[in-house]
């Protein structure tokens, strides 16, 4: 469904736009996701309404005490947001250890404490961080929109799925120019 509304309080929620993660992306896929994640979360801004940057970093702690696992030794600044988000000191940060931005992190605590009512996600991986935040925050009660030139995926037919079937029983999509719109006219 296409975008036709933002609520009053609507949050931003960039996903995993870090280091090394965008390191392992195509530089063609990923520079317009990145200018249009940057150009949303500026819009966010000058608005006053939440812009929530989110990066993954391993558990070092295995899920089952079974279950061996070798965390890599990851490069310095592999989880550091990118420059290009320009991270504000009001801007709310989370760091996760899953696929999804609200497995204990108090995210779904600290937006319904700002009284936001409505998500725009946007960010990488489409199929696995950002498909697993937009389908927690659906679970919890938020309205959710995506900016679909705002999202990358490294496999081109999981990006496809998450947009064409996922995304439209979850909320609505729109483009970054749209979204922006809506904001401005708000």
């Given at each position: 469904?296409?975008?036709?509304a933002?609520?009053?309080k609507?949050?931003l929620?960039?996903?995993?736009?870090?280091?090394g993660?965008v390191?392992?992306a195509?530089?063609q896929?990923?520079?317009?996701?990145i200018?249009?994640?940057?150009?949303l979360a500026?819009?966010?801004?000058?608005h006053?309404?939440p812009?929530?940057?989110?990066?993954v970093?391993?558990?070092?702690v295995?899920?089952?005490?079974?279950?061996?696992r070798?965390?890599?030794?990851?490069?310095?600044?592999?989880?550091d947001?990118i420059?290009?988000?320009?991270?504000?000191?009001?801007?709310?940060?989370?760091?996760?250890h899953?696929?999804?931005?609200?497995?204990?992190?108090?995210l779904d605590d600290w937006?319904?404490?700002?009284g936001?009512t409505?998500v725009?996600i946007?960010g990488v991986?489409?199929?696995?961080?950002?498909?697993?935040t937009?389908?927690?925050?659906y679970e919890?009660?938020?309205?959710?929109?995506f900016?679909s030139d705002?999202?990358a995926?490294l496999v081109?037919?999981?990006?496809?799925?998450?947009?064409?079937?996922?995304?439209?029983r979850l909320?609505?999509?729109?483009?970054?120019?749209?979204?922006?719109r809506?904001l401005?006219?708000?």
């Open positions: 469904m296409a975008i036709t933002l609520d009053p609507t949050a929620i960039v996903i995993d736009l870090q280091q993660i390191a392992m195509p530089p896929a990923v520079a317009p996701v200018a249009n994640a940057a150009a500026e819009a966010f801004r000058r006053g309404l812009v929530v940057l989110v990066n970093v391993p558990s070092p295995p899920r089952r005490a079974d279950q061996s070798h965390v890599p030794e990851l490069p310095s600044g592999w989880a947001i420059p290009e988000m320009n991270v504000q000191p009001g801007d709310h940060r989370i760091s996760k899953s696929w999804g931005a609200f497995t204990d992190t108090g937006l319904k404490g700002q936001v409505q725009v946007v991986s489409t199929s696995i961080g950002v498909e697993t937009a389908r927690q925050a919890t009660g938020f309205n959710i929109a900016a705002a999202l995926d081109p037919e999981a990006h496809i799925n998450s947009l064409t079937r996922i995304f439209p909320g609505e999509t729109g483009s970054t120019q749209d979204i922006v809506l401005e006219s708000a």
